[in-house]
C-alpha cells in the first residue's frame, strides 16, 4: 500500500477518469476541520458553508467533466447529531454533482460492512481513509490489489442496491429519526 496525503491525496479526485465511490461505516466523525461547522449546527447558527467549499468545487468540476462520485453512508437509526448535520449538508453536495444515498444499520448484516472506509476509484484502485487518533484525517492508505479491489467492489455494489438515494430518505420517516 501506499499512503497518499495532502496534494497527492486529493489529486486522486482530479485524475480519475469514471466513477469514484465512497463508503462511510462511521456514525461519527471528530475531525478538527469541521468541529467549528458542526458546532453552528448544533447551536442552530446560521453556516455560510465557506469550509465546504473546495470539496463541493471539485465535485462541480469532476462531475462537469462527465465523471461520476457517489457515497454510501451507513447510519445507526436514530440519527446521532453528526448524522443529522450531514442530511442537512448533502443537499448541496448533491446540488454539486454528487449521488449520495443512506443505508441505515440495521438493513445490513454487520458482516458485511468493513471495519473502514474507502474510495473505490474507477473500479481499480482502492484508498482507505486514515483517521490519526485526535480525529484529524490523515491521508490514504491505496492499493491496486487485484484481491483487495474485488473485495471493495462487491461491498459498493451490495451496498448501493440497498441503500436509499437522498431525496427518498428524508421524505421518509426513519430520516426525521
Not at 123 to 134: L, Y
Request: proline share 6%.
Amino acid at each position: 500500500m501506499e499512503f497518499l496525503q495532502g496534494e497527492a491525496f486529493d489529486g486522486l479526485f482530479r485524475t480519475f477518469t469514471d466513477r469514484a465511490f465512497h463508503l462511510e461505516v462511521q456514525d461519527s466523525y471528530h475531525t478538527p476541520e469541521e468541529a467549528g461547522p458542526f458546532h453552528t449546527f448544533l447551536t442552530g447558527q446560521p453556516d455560510d458553508l465557506s469550509w465546504h467549499g473546495p470539496w463541493l468545487g471539485l465535485v462541480r468540476e469532476v462531475t462537469r467533466a462527465g465523471k461520476r462520485i457517489h457515497r454510501v453512508r451507513v447510519v445507526t437509526v436514530p440519527h446521532v447529531d453528526y448524522t443529522r448535520w450531514g442530511l442537512t449538508i448533502a443537499p448541496h453536495n448533491i446540488a454539486a454533482g454528487e449521488d449520495i444515498r443512506w443505508l441505515p444499520r440495521h438493513l445490513v448484516n454487520a458482516a458485511d460492512l468493513p471495519a473502514d472506509d474507502f474510495w473505490l476509484l474507477d473500479d481499480d484502485r482502492v484508498v482507505f481513509t486514515v483517521f490519526e487518533p485526535g480525529g484529524r484525517f490523515a491521508g490514504g492508505a491505496s492499493t491496486v490489489d487485484p484481491t483487495i479491489v474485488k473485495y471493495c467492489r462487491a461491498i459498493r455494489d451490495r451496498l448501493w442496491q440497498l441503500a436509499i438515494p437522498h431525496v427518498q430518505y428524508v421524505s421518509n420517516e426513519s430520516a426525521s429519526a
